[in-house]
């Protein structure tokens, strides 16, 4: 048996064990956790709402008890979903995010001076509240950007009254395919953001981990690639999310665009990223598992 004899690391002990504590998401029998704290914890009309302060993660999100973003997570997250579509599209004057309450998506999309206008459409004025409050290193000066249009409406809604060939980029950074986001992944709404994107437009959405969500992984990818000429998808990771190994999907009309980031946009815009540059993002393309690509091709052919 160990003796402590150091006051100090009884008190350290005892202030460890009754402030923190393994807080998890579970899928599939796997439990993914951080030891931390819950330190706000609310229910909207849509989803309960809770902030943790983590020992190694900082500051975390979670939204029906799944896990959405950390302070020292989310640029392996943001940056791969985001700055992919931003750096190839042909022009990025007006940008849709549908979804991303915590500001991220919005942060790497206004790096680019070339957006006058982002529209930023959130079903849940709570997520965006306390994201401002818990998270505001990750939405950073975006919240106050004069051309950030925040909208709390259903994205769905916004998409399909929308006019053709509105947005040069459509970012779809939604939670997984169930409660509120449910709508978010299937053929109508992609046929409803294939019509409003511009040509020339890139349009990009998370779309789940290939081995944790391999049926909606390969469903979504299937569904993007049967409406747009184009569309893949690319390989990460976010340690925080079941299985670590997570995935985004691009697409476009005509031409791959978003394989191809433009050089100019993407020099500039590399030296403020942690992760994304050029060299990684045609490593991360080429990156699709043998089963992965064995199994798209069973389902197209």
Known sequence: MQIIRNPNKVKNLLNENS????????HLGVRYGLKGRIIKEESSDFQTIKIIESDNYGTSLMLDN?????GKQEKYYHECLVQ???CSAHRIQKVLIIGGGDGGSAR???MHKDVKQLDLIEIDSKVIDLSKQYLGDIGGKAWKDKRLNLQIKDGIKWVNEAKNNTYDVIIIDGSDPIGP???LYNK???EACSRILRPGGVFATQSESPEAFEKVHIQIVKTLRDIFDHADPMY?????YPSGWWSWTFASMNEPRY???LKKRAEFISRNCHLWSPRWQKGAFIAMPAFIEKKLKHEIS
């Open 188 to 190: 109508r709404f992609f």
């Open 236 to 240: 990460g990771w976010v340690p925080m």
């Open 66 to 70: 799944c896990w959405m973003v950390a």
């Open 19 to 26: 402030q923190n504590e393994w807080i998890y998401e579970t």
């Open 84 to 86: 992919t579509a931003m």
């Open 181 to 183: 986001a449910k709508g």
């Open 108 to 110: 790497e999309c206004l």
């Open 259 to 261: 394989l191809n980031p």
